[in-house]
């Protein structure tokens, strides 16, 4: 390939920067790089409906990526997709990037949409009973191993890690969730709601063990080595036929080493999302580490569903504008992150930073309510200072979850 933009991530926010790239005039040609074989697709229902809407007995290719794809829009046909070919290396210099089969691919704009790894437990054995969720074919691997009373551990009580346990709960399995924190989710909405949501998912057959880690693994030789148990740091065993890990994740950015970029955690970007101060760099998405002034001056990477669109319209319109000779916008880039999640019936949303708030406040509803039919709803304030920097709601109408975003303003 010579010239044009090439974004190497075929993920959201790759394909939202290709979207915003046309919607800001480059007519250009666009090449987009991915390590998976689908095409871009939506990544929360990974670890919900994928887990529980589609017989356990399908194989993986009896699912069809489309069923979660956002559709390619008539402005995108003219797309090259190279996929199953992540990248391994890059020159910033030469505007070149090498992908595994060796090819390499010239370009006039570049866009790093290379997003997360999850991070793996230091330990071998049992890996044909060990999973992760984050790609199509992981939700799908999964889902066949959760057959009724199978038990299953947990590793981390963060977001995915419960949406999890409440899948494989509800496909009847005898789900144990294993946290080192005090309360499962706690270091995101603070351990007042945290114990209030652990409290509902006991409720609905989920067991805790908290303040623990898992210390090592257990098999046995069935033909090959089956997972058999799990150790925790605190001398106990759990027995398990399947192991979750959901300890967190790592940047996919080794392939940009060498390069001079900040990479300490993701690509630390401006407030224009260009990398290392190159007009004809940016980054998107999971990867990117960027400030938002209504945070603080210190740049953080997001991992929030509306990130990479709203980072990819940022960064299509500096990368346009470095490629058609516009002048960029160096305005302050401070968005307010959301996400939310489906836990046993329950959705809860956020709105804003709620993880760098020193205190919280019950606004309205009852934390006792969570869960019951009808119920009034709920949502919690969190301040840093005496700033509001984020909202939690679970159960509240659309008019009042816009009522709480506009405070946030």
């Known amino acids: 390939m010579a010239g044009g933009v090439l974004i190497v991530g075929a993920s959201l926010g790759g394909l939202r920067l290709a979207e915003q790239l046309r919607a800001a005039d480059y007519a250009g040609p666009i090449t987009i790089v991915g390590a998976e074989r689908h095409k871009p697709y939506n990544r929360p229902p990974l670890s919900k409906d994928v887990l529980l809407d589609v017989p356990a007995d399908e194989k993986v290719h009896d699912i069809e990526p489309g069923q979660l794809a956002f559709g390619i829009r008539p402005s995108l046909a003219d797309v090259t997709w190279l996929l199953g070919q992540p990248a391994v290396s890059a020159d910033l210099n030469k505007q070149i990037v090498t992908l595994a089969d060796g090819c390499t691919l010239n370009y006039d704009g570049l866009g790093i949409a290379t997003g997360l790894t999850p991070r793996r437990l230091p330990f071998s054995g049992g ?42 709960t509800k496909r009847g399995c005898s789900v144990t969730v294993v946290e080192p924190l005090p309360a499962p989710m706690c270091r995101s909405i603070g351990q007042e709601l945290a114990v209030a949501i652990q409290t509902y998912h006991e409720a609905n057959g989920v067991q805790f063990r908290l303040g623990t880690t898992i210390s090592n693994i257990a098999c046995e030789h069935l033909g090959e080595r089956r997972l058999r148990s799990v150790a925790l740091s605190d001398d106990t065993e759990l027995p398990a036929d399947v192991l979750i890990e959901a300890t967190g994740s790592t940047c996919n950015a080794g392939w940009l080493n060498g390069n001079g970029l900040d990479l300490t955690d993701g690509v630390l970007t401006d407030d224009a999302m260009r990398a290392g101060g190159t007009e004809h760099v940016v980054a998107v998405g999971d990867v990117a580490r960027f400030p938002n002034s209504r945070y603080g001056a210190v740049a953080r990477r997001v991992e929030h569903w509306a990130i990479p669109g709203l980072t990819a319209k940022r960064a299509a319109a500096s990368l346009a504008a470095s490629l058609l000779g516009r002048a960029p916008d160096l305005s302050a880039f401070n968005p307010i992150p959301t996400f939310w999640s489906d836990q046993f019936g329950i959705r809860l949303q956020s709105m804003g930073m709620p993880g760098l708030a020193d205190r919280t406040e019950l606004i309205e509803g009852s934390l006792s309510a969570i869960g019951e039919a009808n119920g009034p709803g709920l949502a919690i304030g969190y301040w840093r200072g005496e700033a509001l920097a984020g909202v939690v709601t679970i159960g509240l109408p659309v008019a009042r979850l816009s009522q709480y975003r506009a405070m946030l303003d």
């Not at 044909?128 to 984050?134: F, T």
């Not at 992981?138 to 346990?165: I, N, T």
């Open 127 to 168: 890996e044909a009973d060990r999973h992760v969720v984050r790609t199509i074919d992981d939700a799908v691997r999964l889902r066949q191993a959760l057959s009724p009373g199978a038990r299953v551990v947990v590793a981390g009580g963060g977001f995915v890690g419960c949406e999890v346990a409440a899948s494989a």
